[in-house]
């Protein structure tokens, strides 16, 4: 009997073919930092196989960041996936491919792409809903902005890490309604936020806004998203300018980046409008849906305690870049930008702590103990799967982090 | 009579010896971009003089960007401006200075580093007040927090731009209070915001706060900052989450950044504090005064519309430093922090059309007409000084854009 290659993924594996998202990874033996395509329970060194396969593409995968590839455009995104597709399913190839498979226990994953501007999204109807209801009760939930445009607001582009990377619990300023003044000290509400990210590509120029339709030129691919945030931070702070140092102090992303390729099967209708949109926000007469069918699970300490459907998303992710541009802001290839915290109508289907628990009043038991908001040691887990072609799963990979006491 | 040399500086010349700025610049004949400093009317070519003199800082000197130097470290800064110094005054480097400088009007000017993060604060009490007045006339003018606190945000990178470039005027959606739904076009409260701008230059480690007395070991220097805003875009997007399309167009910066150790002379106390300050704010027992004694003077179409007192900030720069790091964020070599719009207590003071105008009630009269926010084809400039050593001035340039139509 012949040995099994790496390359005979198991049917069913999420990293099949149909998937192969991009990451950057190292060895133990090997410490430069270098292009890889996840596939089965396998990295490919894939500047390494283009190489020896004498790939025009070698020099735009043999590199320590996903940056060239994300900035050579849509055209190269095809191509290039259509050549590893074939490296990693054809026969023929893999005397060439397979030296340069490195099992995935055995990579380090490093940040894959350099962050330029980031922006973080409110998309979330459901989650609007919820923190709006608690923040500011004796008013309306949603602001009268929500429903016409998609909220959004600028991060730190420098505090995004990479998955695995711990997360130090900030200290800052909090003050209680009953507090006669602010107290400084360690969070005491330190939350989570299950978002998807997207990473811009294809540069735009300033003063040129990025029409909805162009979306698929600019957008390379997603990837979860943790926001983690200080809640007792965030609301001494945020009023009249927006979330500071209750989100500056970390973000965490996926190792893998998913390109929108791999996705086609997972497009969706986003939830009907209740008011007409803008002309440039308007996409009720485009063929191809704007919303993604990914279905996150959010684990503290490897249990569940949420399931977020990112296809009940109010504003789809090309509307929120046709948004951020339509004021001719420029994109540069690394953009990043979140989605908003994905809640649900259900109460398992919501992305924070802060909803799960009504802001502290209903903790949730875990094996070890209530949760209201995090504590020191918890590790939190997102995971997410789509629809593939032909009944298969994409996966997501995960995002995941450890808090650590404050210094 | 022997020739005068362009190292001859004029008494009383705000670009002197005492102040030796920092920029990059190119020329028609050569157009790699290159770190100059500028002395009088002319440009060093720092590179090339440190070259030509046999200087270890001709590898930190000869790049496109200061980047590198900014990276450097606050004892590299000290050592290389001792040597510049020395070059632009000592007779005997004469010679070997001289082939190097190029008159300013002969050169252009590009961004001078690469920026990172880029945050904005809100730290004058002048300015709050008179916002709060305008946007929130049923409540008290400063929020709560605002005198605990330097409220800030962070802003778009991506789009800070070097004097001189055009502004395109922004399109976005706007909602009067009268309007039954909101409107989209071309912003029609187009303003600007009168700031400094500080440059990072020493990184620090995720986890790890910047004390408030490390400043001047983290913080390059100092510049020119217009904020361009558009209040109409800005007062329907910002609630709950801050300014975000409103601001993201545009911010322009001086090409000359002036390195803080030429401002000693310009030190001053902040205004006296309302309240106890939380510990790592607390620079009551600090020997050396945290504010900057600038004169600012803002310009439409040449002619000055007010002058903008930047010893008035609440908030110290070191401050705005200390509280964006307390909670473990990280800098980065290039991050940029703008201090707010500077506004001083009376109405000639104010740094924005919003207050000049208050909101378009009050017109102000050029001699081309009436404005109360900018109209096409108008020109913004800025420009200030600060006291230098022996009754001196030095001189921070300009910053300057003129406003082009809506595509």
């Known amino acids: 009997m012949p ?45 390494a196989a283009a190489a020896a396969l004498g790939s025009p593409f070698a020099g735009l995968l043999g590199q320590a960041s996903l940056n060239p ?19 990693v399913t054809d026969p ?17 994953l490093h940040l894959p792409y350099e962050v330029a501007d980031y922006v973080d999204f409110y998309a979330s109807e459901h989650h609007a809903t919820n923190v709006g209801k608690m923040f500011r009760p004796d008013g309306d ?17 420098g505090t995004i890490v990479v998955s695995g990377t711990d997360v130090v619990r900030p200290s800052g300023q909090r003050k209680a309604p009953t507090d006669p003044a602010p107290v400084f000290g360690p969070s005491v509400k330190l939350d989570i936020e299950a978002e998807v990210g997207f990473v811009v590509g294809t540069p735009s120029q300033l003063g040129r806004p990025v029409a909805l339709g162009d979306f698929e030129e600019h957008v390379f691919g997603l990837f979860l998203l943790n926001d983690w945030s200080a809640r007792d931070i965030q609301a001494w702070e945020y009023v009249p300018l927006g979330p500071f140092l209750g989100k500056s102090f970390a973000t965490s992303v996926s190792a893998w ?3 929108l390729e791999a996705l086609d099967a997972a497009r969706v209708a986003p939830p009907a409008r209740d008011f007409p949109l803008q002309p440039y926000l308007d996409d009720s007469d485009f063929d191809r849906p704007g919303g993604f069918d990914l279905r996150i699970t959010v684990s503290i300490n490897g249990q569940e305690v949420a399931q977020p459907p990112f296809a009940t998303m109010y504003w789809t992710a090309a509307q929120q870049l ?29 992305g924070s702590l802060l909803e799960l628990t009504w802001n502290g009043r209903d903790a949730i ?9 995090l504590e020191d040691g918890d590790t939190v887990t997102l995971t997410a799967w789509a629809p593939g072609p032909d009944g298969t799963r994409v996966g997501l990979g995960e995002v995941t982090g450890r808090i650590v006491g404050s210094r």
């Not at 590839?69 to 490296?87: F, I, S, Y």
């Not at 023929?92 to 380090?108: C, I, K």
């Not at 939930?141 to 582009?157: D, Q």
Request: proline content about 9%; overall charge neutral; aromatic content about 8%.
């Open 322 to 350: 046709a948004h951020m541009t339509v004021n001719g802001a420029s994109l540069r290839t690394g953009d990043v930008f979140g989605s908003g915290t994905v809640s649900g109508p259900e109460v398992g289907q919501r």
């Open 257 to 259: 980046v998913t390109p």
């Open 141 to 157: 939930a949603l602001t009268p902005n929500w429903k016409h445009l998609p909220i959004g607001y600028h991060g730190r582009s």
């Open 92 to 108: 023929g190839h893999r005397p060439a491919v397979e030296p340069h498979l490195v099992p995935l226990d055995e990579v380090t």
């Open 69 to 87: 590839l994300l900035g050579a455009g849509h055209t190269a995104w095809r191509d290039v996936r259509r050549a590893l597709t074939a490296w």
């Open 3 to 47: 040995q099994q290659s790496p390359l005979d993924v198991p049917e069913g594996d999420p990293f099949g073919p149909h998937n192969l998202p991009y990451g950057v990874f190292s060895t133990a033996a090997d410490d430069r930092r270098r292009v890889g395509v996840r596939i089965g329970g396998f990295v490919l060194d894939a500047g």
């Open 365 to 373: 038991e875990l094996t070890d103990g209530k949760r209201t908001f």
